[in-house]
């Protein structure tokens, strides 16, 4: 967590460092905390690569740009719920003062989520202008300190477990959901056929369909994973409530069992990109993996994630840089639905005679 708040801090330092010195830069980072000695190199280290190939932006540029995107990162990769809830005890000048750093869509949000009262005293756009910078500022720190700051999103040659937490709210969503089907298919591979059939009709046809083709797609899965998914199944239950709904839950439940030997800080940047209920649900669900996972199945359930973002990534469903996992982590998981892309989905249970079976 500290590592994710010290981004913009690194940043600075490195700027500044490399101006005043570029051929001892590297050193002063044995300075500093030892956490971030090779964080600090590394962006020094990229600092100067740039500079000697002539490319890229000046000092002074890179200082500039650091400036603006540090007002405006940290709110906009979360889900504008965990906003409205901090924001409706406030006063409407701090409101309105705080929807200037936020995109459109979470604008609109408020507005339509906001208490009707506060909704009504908001100022006038021109009228938060007036304030100074300093007291802006302030206002924006003391809202922020309220959640955990998301790292932006960078590019890399490799990407590994934790940057999970680079997935936008969307995608992450859209991982959930796939997780969720395919624990069905772990879980439910060796139902009989008129099992199987009443399981496909309490899903939508997009998501029965795809269920089918994992499940036909599936070799035998390891035992402890296969008794694992089976477990998640017992927890959440597919008997009752939105079919929708029911794909997420155990899709969290999968998810928390994989993170559970990663760090905490990755599930709490997650959680702020997720409406609040599913928000804390990970949060319950990874307090319980950590006890109960055993570390041999969190590493096959990590394998399986990191493949079902390339299958993702592959659809066209998360960003293209998730299609780069080692070869030796892709397992052999099935394809993507095909309405990832958001095709309207039917009822299977509304198709009659075309229900899908096995």
Same mark, same amino acid.
């Given at each position: 967590?500290?590592?994710?708040?010290?981004?913009?801090?690194?940043?600075?330092?490195?700027?500044?460092?490399?101006?005043?010195?570029?051929?001892?830069?590297?050193?002063?980072?044995?300075?500093?905390?030892?956490?971030?000695?090779?964080?600090?190199?590394?962006?020094?280290?990229?600092? %100067?690569?740039?500079?000697?190939?002539?490319?890229?932006?000046?000092?002074? @540029?890179?200082?500039?740009?650091?400036?603006?995107?540090? /007002?405006?990162?940290?709110?906009? @990769?979360?889900?504008?719920?965990?906003?409205?809830?901090?924001?409706?005890?406030?006063?409407?000048?701090?409101?309105?003062?705080?929807?200037?750093?936020?995109?459109? =869509?979470?604008?609109?949000?408020?507005?339509?989520?906001?208490?009707?009262?506060?909704?009504?005293?908001?100022?006038?756009?021109?009228?938060? &202008?007036?304030?100074?910078?300093?007291?802006? +500022?302030? *206002?924006?720190?003391?809202?922020?300190?309220?959640?955990?700051?998301?790292?932006?999103?960078?590019?890399?040659?490799?990407?590994? &477990?934790?940057?999970?937490?680079?997935?936008?709210?969307?995608?992450?969503?859209?991982?959930? +959901?796939?997780?969720?089907?395919?624990?069905?298919?772990?879980?439910?591979?060796?139902?009989?056929?008129?099992?199987?059939?009443?399981?496909?009709?309490?899903?939508? &046809?997009?998501?029965?369909?795809?269920?089918?083709? =994992?499940?036909?797609?599936?070799?035998?899965? /390891?035992?402890?994973?296969?008794?694992?998914?089976?477990?998640?199944?017992?927890?959440?239950?597919?008997?009752?409530? /939105?079919?929708?709904?029911?794909?997420?839950?155990?899709?969290?439940?999968?998810?928390?069992?994989?993170?559970?030997?990663? #760090?905490? #800080?990755?599930?709490? *940047?997650?959680?702020?990109?997720?409406?609040?209920?599913?928000?804390?649900?990970?949060?319950?669900?990874?307090?319980? #993996?950590?006890? +109960?996972?055993?570390?041999? *199945?969190?590493?096959?359930?990590?394998?399986?994630?990191?493949?079902?973002?390339?299958?993702?990534? %592959?659809?066209?469903?998360?960003?293209?840089?998730?299609?780069?996992?080692?070869?030796?982590?892709?397992?052999?998981?099935?394809?993507?639905? @095909?309405?990832?892309?958001?095709?309207?989905?039917? %009822?299977?249970? /509304?198709?009659?005679?075309?229900?899908?079976?096995?």
């Amino acid at each position: 967590m500290e590592q994710l708040a010290n981004h913009y801090r690194e940043r600075t330092v490195a700027l500044l460092a490399f101006a005043h010195n570029p051929s001892g830069a590297s050193g002063l980072a044995d300075y500093g905390p030892p956490q971030e000695g090779e964080s600090l190199r590394g962006r020094i280290e990229r600092l %100067s690569a740039s500079a000697g190939k002539g490319s890229g932006p000046t000092l002074h @540029e890179e200082l500039r740009g650091l400036q603006v995107a540090e /007002d405006v990162v940290i709110l906009h @990769e979360m889900h504008p719920a965990w906003l409205a809830g901090v924001l409706e005890s406030e006063s409407p000048r701090v409101v309105g003062l705080l929807m200037r750093y936020l995109p459109s =869509r979470h604008v609109r949000y408020l507005a339509e989520h906001l208490p009707e009262g506060l909704r009504r005293r908001l100022p006038h756009l021109l009228d938060t &202008f007036a304030v100074t910078p300093t007291i802006l +500022r302030l *206002v924006r720190r003391t809202f922020e300190s309220h959640f955990v700051p998301i790292r932006p999103t960078r590019s890399a040659e490799s990407l590994d &477990f934790s940057d999970l937490a680079q997935l936008r709210g969307e995608e992450l969503e859209a991982l959930l +959901r796939d997780l969720g089907i395919h624990e069905l298919a772990i879980a439910f591979r060796d139902l009989p056929a008129a099992a199987l059939h009443i399981v496909f009709n309490r899903l939508k &046809f997009r998501d029965a369909k795809a269920l089918r083709e =994992r499940i036909l797609a599936q070799t035998a899965p /390891d035992p402890l994973l296969e008794r694992d998914a089976k477990y998640t199944i017992f927890e959440c239950g597919v008997t009752g409530g /939105d079919p929708e709904a029911v794909l997420t839950e155990i899709g969290v439940h999968a998810l928390a069992k994989a993170l559970s030997i990663e #760090a905490e #800080a990755v599930a709490e *940047v997650l959680r702020q990109k997720l409406v609040p209920s599913i928000g804390y649900l990970l949060r319950r669900c990874l307090s319980g #993996a950590a006890r +109960r996972t055993h570390p041999a *199945v969190a590493r096959q359930r990590q394998a399986v994630v990191r493949a079902r973002l390339a299958a993702l990534a %592959s659809a066209g469903a998360v960003a293209p840089e998730w299609k780069q996992i080692p070869e030796s982590l892709k397992v052999p998981v099935g394809p993507v639905a @095909e309405t990832l892309s958001g095709t309207p989905a039917q %009822s299977a249970a /509304d198709n009659g005679p075309e229900d899908v079976v096995v």
